[in-house]
């Protein structure tokens, strides 16, 4: 698997990748898709209580996530696969407003699932994104 780079960021990444055996992102040639992102503090771990901040957190997440590998950002997400617990009115909300921020010059294509739980029992969304990088 040579034509792969596999990334992690410091802090909550690299500590990942040790205790649970995967990577943040990979490389693929122009692309880089990226492990769900979720809302905790990226150096500590901690996870924001309130939901809005939660999903705050989980787009500054994937933005360090790209970065780290090689990426530009948002600006160059194509695809968003989203899970949730709950899905509802302000979690889609927090999303859709994070969606205009981030990026404002387009719109990618979206999966968004509600679920009943995600790995930490803490965790109310998980993203995963992948990126075009020419």
């Known amino acids: 698997m040579a034509h792969l780079t596999f990334h992690n960021y410091e802090g909550v990444g690299e500590k990942n990748k040790q205790d649970y055996w995967y990577s943040q992102a990979v490389r693929i040639g122009d692309r880089i898709e990226c492990s769900g992102q979720g809302g905790w503090d990226p150096k500590s771990g901690d996870i924001h209580q309130d939901i809005n901040a939660e999903i705050d957190q989980t787009f500054e997440n994937i933005e360090l996530n ?10 160059q ?42 790995a ?9 994104v992948v990126a075009h990088v020419p």
């Open 66 to 75: 790209l970065k780290n590998a090689g990426g530009k950002g948002w600006e």
């Open 77 to 118: 997400v194509f695809r968003v696969n989203s899970y949730h617990v709950p899905m509802d009115g302000e979690a889609l909300g927090a999303m859709v407003r994070n969606f205009k921020k981030w990026m404002p010059g387009h719109q990618p294509i979206w999966t968004c699932v509600g679920v009943p739980k995600l």
């Open 120 to 128: 930490q029992d803490a965790m109310r969304v998980e993203i995963e």
